[in-house]
């Protein structure tokens, strides 16, 4: 079946520090996604991206959707200590209700 | 309420006991999901809803038994569960047009332990 590899798993970095994360498939994806959880909460959209080289900002968050359609990457400018949590590339077929979850990056930040 | 809601946020219970989980949505969606969190490993998609009817049964055991009674909200039935069941129980909505399916949105989940 379809399989999401994301990487890094974890990362710990010093508050202000850029923040970049990735996630490769096996497949071709028509829509990617990426989405933040926080301790004990669902999973909360930040950033849909639909077309293959897509680059797409929600504020100090950056997405791009891979030329292959096989990769996107999500980088955070400047982290501050509200970005802790884990974070989740998903990839979407067109047409497809199921969503392929990557393993989640865990992101610590040190003030 | 806005956006997607479960019920209870936590829940503990025996193997013999029997319980439901509850899923609602307020966002005029069309389908329904739901996942298992477990620590250390990817989403599991469950079931999906779509117009109510369920499409989606991804090899669940039948000690998970979903309903879905109306566009708005969705139950999962737990009977006889094994401890390796706990996990986060997360219910999503999306709307679903001409065979393609926007965003899922997720609610806050379900800590289940079972004992």
């Known amino acids: 079946g379809q399989q999401l590899n994301q990487s890094p798993q974890s990362m710990f970095i010093q508050e202000g520090e850029d923040v970049s994360m990735n996630c490769t498939s096996s497949?071709?994806?028509?829509?990617w996604l990426w989405y933040k959880q926080d301790p004990g909460e669902g999973p909360v959209l930040l950033i849909a991206?639909?077309?293959?080289?897509e680059l797409t900002s929600n504020g100090r968050l950056t997405a791009q959707f891979g030329i292959t359609r096989k990769d996107s990457f999500l980088n955070i400018s400047a982290s501050i200590p509200s970005d802790v949590g884990i974070y989740f590339c998903?990839?979407?077929?067109?047409?497809?209700?199921?969503?392929?979850f990557g393993q989640g990056t865990r992101l610590t930040i040190n003030p | 309420e806005t956006g997607v809601t479960q019920t209870p946020r936590h829940l503990v219970m025996g193997m013999t006991n029997k319980k439901s989980l509850k899923c609602e949505q307020h966002?005029?969606?069309?389908?329904m999901y739901w996942y298992k969190q477990s620590a250390k490993k990817p989403l599991e998609l469950m079931f999906v809803?779509?117009?109510?009817?369920?499409?989606e049964n991804n090899s669940v055991p039948s000690r998970f038994s979903p309903e879905c009674p109306n566009s708005s909200h969705l139950f999962l039935h737990l009977h006889t569960l094994q401890p390796e069941d706990s996990a986060l129980y997360l219910c999503?909505?999306?709307?679903?047009?001409?065979?393609?399916?926007?965003?899922?949105?997720f609610g806050p989940g379900t800590r289940l332990t079972v004992l």
């Open positions: 497949s071709i994806f028509n829509t």
């Open positions: 966002l005029g969606h069309n389908a």
């Open positions: 998903a990839g979407q077929d067109q047409g497809a209700q199921k969503l392929v």
């Open positions: 999503a909505s999306s709307q679903v047009h001409g065979g393609y399916t926007d965003t899922q949105y």
């Open positions: 991206l639909y077309k293959a080289g």
């Open positions: 809803y779509s117009l109510e009817e369920r499409v």
